[in-house]
């Protein structure tokens, strides 16, 4: 499953929306009221209005419950100007942002089911 967030995170970073809406699945719902093609809408925002986006991402956790069902707890920097791989978090200059992510295992992918997100700190990436 890991590999499956580590694919998403590579599309955005190259601004391929065809991977990441694969990505989402069709019975996606938050509790903002979002479904898929609003979700992928949003990414699509993202790559217009900031035309350099590079994007470090940090799994921090994933869980099973199910043979079905995962939930995974990613933090993601986003800046305007490519870090130092691996970056120097103390000195990054980004936004951050957690991800609580609902995952289901659909014809044999691992898609998005929902998500909540929100602001975080370089802080919570150490």
Not at 15 to 25: G, Y
Not at 35 to 62: E, G, I
Request: include cysteine; proline fraction near 6%; charge should be neutral.
């Amino acid at each position: 499953m890991r590999s499956a967030i580590d694919r998403v995170v590579k599309a955005v970073g190259e601004r391929d929306i065809k991977p990441v809406a694969a990505a989402v699945s069709a019975q996606y719902a938050d509790k903002e009221g979002n479904d898929k093609q609003h979700v992928v809408s949003l990414v699509r925002v993202q790559f217009l209005m900031h035309p350099n986006l590079y994007l470090f991402a940090k799994t921090f956790s994933v869980e099973c419950p199910t043979p079905n069902e995962a939930r995974a707890l990613v933090f993601a920097a986003m800046a305007s100007v490519p870090a130092r791989v691996p970056p120097d978090l103390k000195n990054l200059s980004a936004d951050v942002y957690r991800f609580d992510i609902a995952l289901v295992h659909e014809d044999g992918t691992w898609r998005v089911l929902g998500a909540d997100w929100g602001p975080a700190t370089v802080q919570d990436l150490l």
